[in-house]
């Protein structure tokens, strides 16, 4: 069980008997009142945002929740669909809702992490999410040449990586360049020397 003040940014709470992951939290104290620690936290399961203040008598369950390696393989219609690494028959398919901003950075056969919560009524538990690396490299399939004089925008440009995704990069970024690309922020970090 946590404390009050221990439930902090990044960490997995059960709220409302569903686990919850906490993006936000600030403790103060309101005058002469007990302190009060008010979160913000996300539902694995629905991917719904709530507010919720806890008390200095307040406690929550830590979730456990423990990853697994899972291969993508394909998208389909809004449905990704996944293998485990060890046993490809054994294949299921996750809701774009579930995967969030990371089904813009997957790609075929890219081994990910898939979080997987001991709810306490099944053997293997319930896959809740995807853990993406920080860092990936991915291949520009789209990019307008650079051109001169063109730098009213910071010197920077939209392409579009094999994904599908589109994002801002340097100007001298070309078709056919492997770019490294933060998977939580969706931002270009640098470019892969081939």
């Not at 004089?149 to 392409?159: D, I, L, W």
Request: with cysteine; hydrophobic share 35%; aromatic share 8%.
């Amino acid at each position: 069980m946590l404390e009050y003040n221990e439930i902090t940014e990044h960490k997995y709470v059960v709220f409302e008997n569903e686990p919850y992951e906490v993006l936000d939290s600030h403790v103060f104290r309101k005058q002469q009142r007990k302190p009060v620690n008010a979160t913000k936290m996300r539902s694995m399961l629905t991917g719904r945002i709530v507010e919720h203040s806890f008390h200095v008598s307040d406690k929550a369950e830590e979730a456990d929740i423990s990853k697994k390696e899972v291969k993508f393989l394909y998208e389909n219609k809004k449905e990704f669909w996944f293998c485990d690494v060890k046993d490809a028959s054994n294949r299921f398919k996750l809701p774009e809702l579930m995967i969030g901003n990371a089904s813009k950075f997957l790609k075929t056969n890219t081994i990910v992490d898939a979080m997987v919560w001991d709810d306490g009524k099944s053997d293997e538990g319930k896959i809740i999410g995807l853990k993406l690396p920080i860092k990936m490299d991915l291949k520009v399939t789209e990019a307008h040449p650079a051109v001169k004089g063109n730098t009213a925008q910071g010197g920077s440009k939209m392409v579009v990586l094999e994904t599908g995704a589109e994002i801002q990069v340097p100007m001298f970024i070309k078709e056919g360049d492997v770019i490294r690309v933060n998977t939580d922020n969706g931002e270009y970090t640098d470019r892969v020397t081939n």
